[in-house]
């Protein structure tokens, strides 16, 4: 499977997305756990979603953990 099509396997609305993006920037860290129960979605589809806050710069990869990988939330704006 290619990374672009395991990428987007699953679909998170845009305006939920916006929201995740928006909630996460007053927390110190934040765990795919931590997304899908606040979000009510499933673990997989919150570490999909912390992988392209990732790619925007809003996160970056503190503890890389096939279970359990923790994000360190950046300070500042994210690159547009």
């Known amino acids: 499977m290619s990374e672009r099509a395991r990428e987007f396997t699953a679909f998170v609305p845009e ?9 996460i920037r007053r927390e110190k860290y934040v765990t795919p756990y931590m997304i899908a129960e606040k979000y009510s979605m499933t673990i997989s ?3 999909q979603v912390l ?15 096939r279970r359990a990988p ?5 300070a500042g704006k994210a690159k547009k």
């Open 51 to 65: 992988r392209r806050l990732e790619k925007e710069g809003l996160v970056e990869l503190y503890s890389p953990s």
């Open 70 to 74: 923790l994000y360190i939330v950046k």
């Open 45 to 47: 589809l919150a570490k």
């Open 15 to 23: 305006n939920v997305y916006k929201r995740i993006a928006r909630d």
